[in-house]
């Protein structure tokens, strides 16, 4: 298992949730997701809901690096 120390960053690619238009959907966008989605990369202890309507009951909060079968690529930032 890799250790990650605080604030390190990791790539992000098509089919993980910081590419998802359900990925931080609850709230204003900001600058922290803009970035994301422009740079393609993500802080690896960021947490966000899952906005995701089969995931809702749960209340998930997941990392930009997790990832499901109901990715849905979020509108350009």
């Known amino acids: 298992m890799r250790k990650f120390l605080e604030g390190t960053m990791e ?13 931080g959907e609850t709230h204003a966008k900001s600058d922290t997701l803009v970035s ?22 749960l209340h ?3 990392s930009p690096i997790s990832g499901c079968d109901g990715f849905v690529p979020a509108a350009a930032a």
């Open 36 to 57: 994301i989605l422009t740079q393609k990369q993500a802080n690896v202890d960021l947490l966000d809901d899952c906005g995701h309507p089969r995931h809702a009951a």
């Open 60 to 62: 998930l909060k997941v």
């Open 11 to 23: 790539s992000i690619h098509d089919g993980q949730c910081g590419l998802c238009a359900h990925f």
